[in-house]
Structures are given as structure tokens and as C-alpha cells.
């Protein structure tokens, strides 16, 4: 437990030196809610015609309202992306926190670490666990942001919803993180890293229902979102934060906690495995 401290915070502290890095991660997501989000206004795409008789006006407006409702679960589609992004945003986070351990390797500090009496494991757990803070402090900057832009809360919206929304989240990021740092056990070159995050992140978001509903999707790639661990995450996070309420979809989760059981696995035997003496 001592060495398992001692290594997460020094990747924590090596994140925290890197400010201008910190500050890089907060734009993707930015983009997509300052400009996308505002910008993609469907609710005013809808408006109603003018030549309209004023005795229909208001059956008019219901039924947009109906229609908006029914697609997004709300009439505001940008609390919709908002919620969707979180998960995308921990996607992001997650994806570069094996670069650290591909530059540990080349840098020989590597070798240093696994000469020393502490389990293989506990190398590749710090990894995981400054990833997971991170990623944590990273989205309570970006929520404080969205409710600045006009995310809507949910009425009843209390304490219990947020911790569960950063308890799913956590898990989200435990799923990422350990499937990551498992992949950057076999990667020796920060450049292939980069090419196989930059592969994935946006099949991962586009692939999801964290820009548009599942069901406004073609069959084939429906079937793809339902595997997608964005698409349950923003399930959970949306019923958490849009209609306020605790009753999470058993499947959302169980399907969340399942990826994050087996990449954890995955990655605690790859370490043990790769991690030998270089």
C-alpha cells in the first residue's frame, strides 16, 4: 500500500507540473459544448411557422414539445450533448494514461521500478488509480463549466445524484484507464499509442448516444452503440442528471461494472506478465 501511494502521487504530481497539458485537455470538450452545443440549437430548428392561424399556435408548440421530449428527454438539446460529453470527456482523459509508463520505459525509470521489491502489479494499479483522480478533477472543472452554459438540472437534483454521478464515472474510467494502460504494456512507441487512442476516440463518441439518440441511428450501427460502454454510461448519467432520479437501469450498470472487472483483470495479468526486468 505504501508503494502504491507513493507511485500515484507521483504521477499525479508529474500531471500537476504539466499545467499547459492540463489545460489542452479542456478544449476538445469545450469545442463540442461551446460550439456544437450552442450552436445545434434542434428546439429553435422547430420553430413555428408564421402563417400558422393563432388558434392552433399552442396545439402547434405542444406537439414540438412532444416531439423534442420524446427524442431527447428534454427540450434543451444542449443539457443532452452536456450529459453525453461527460462520458466522452472521460474517454479523452483515459485514453493517454498509458503514455506515462511508454515514457518511464524509454526513459529507463522503468528498469528502476521493477528492481525494486514492490509487486508488478502495484506499478500498473498507481497508473489506474492517478488516472481515475484525474479524470475526476478534470470533470468537476468541465461540469462547473456546462452549468455555466446553461446545463439544466434536473428539479430534485441533490448530493445523492452527484455522487452517483461521479461513482459512475469513476467506473467509466477504471473501464478506459485499465484498457489503455493494458494496450501501452505492449507499446514501446509513444507515436503508436497515439495512433491507436486517435483511432478510437471518435468511433467511441460517434458510435454512442452521446451526440444524437440511439434509436435516430441505422440498425447496424445501433447494434454497435448497444456495446459501446459510452452508450450505458450516458444512460445512467442522464437519468441521473436530467430526470433526477435514482431508479439507474440495472443492464447500464451491470454492463459498466462488467467491462471495468475484465479490462481490470486483463491489465493486472498483463503486467504481471510484461512487466520484466529491461
Do not use: C
Amino acid at each position: 500500500m505504501s508503494a502504491l501511494a507513493s507511485l500515484t502521487m507521483r504521477e499525479l504530481k508529474k500531471w500537476y507540473r504539466r499545467r499547459i497539458a492540463i489545460i489542452f485537455t479542456f478544449i476538445t470538450p469545450l469545442f463540442w459544448l461551446a460550439l456544437f452545443g450552442k450552436s445545434m440549437n434542434l428546439y429553435s430548428l422547430l420553430k413555428i411557422p408564421s402563417n400558422v392561424p393563432p388558434q392552433f399556435v399552442q396545439f402547434v408548440q405542444q406537439a414540438i414539445d412532444q416531439i423534442i421530449i420524446a427524442a431527447f428527454g428534454t427540450k434543451d438539446y444542449f443539457t443532452f450533448l452536456a450529459t453525453g460529453m461527460f462520458s466522452v470527456f472521460i474517454l479523452f482523459s483515459s485514453m493517454f494514461s498509458g503514455m506515462s509508463l511508454i515514457f518511464d520505459r524509454r526513459l529507463g525509470y522503468l528498469s528502476r521500478l521493477l528492481v525494486a521489491p514492490i509487486r508488478r502489479e502495484t506499478i500498473f494499479l498507481s497508473r489506474v488509480i492517478s488516472s481515475i483522480i484525474r479524470s475526476l478533477l478534470q470533470f468537476t472543472a468541465l461540469l462547473i463549466i456546462a452549468i455555466a452554459l446553461g446545463l439544466q438540472l434536473g428539479d430534485g437534483f441533490n448530493i445523492i445524484h452527484l455522487a452517483s454521478l461521479y461513482a459512475t464515472l469513476a467506473l467509466l474510467a477504471l473501464a478506459f484507464s485499465t484498457l489503455f494502460i493494458a494496450l501501452s504494456l505492449k507499446i514501446e512507441e509513444h507515436d503508436t499509442a497515439i495512433a491507436i487512442t486517435n483511432l478510437l476516440n471518435l468511433p467511441l463518441m460517434f458510435a454512442s448516444n452521446s451526440i444524437f439518440p440511439k434509436n435516430q441511428m441505422p440498425q447496424w450501427l445501433q447494434i454497435i452503440a448497444d456495446i459501446n460502454p459510452l452508450t450505458h454510461s450516458n444512460i445512467i448519467i442522464r437519468k441521473l442528471v436530467i430526470e433526477a432520479s435514482l431508479d439507474i437501469p440495472i443492464k447500464s450498470l451491470a454492463y459498466l461494472l462488467g467491462i471495468a472487472i475484465l479490462t481490470t483483470i486483463l491489465g493486472l495479468y498483463l503486467s504481471r506478465k510484461l512487466l520484466k526486468h529491461l
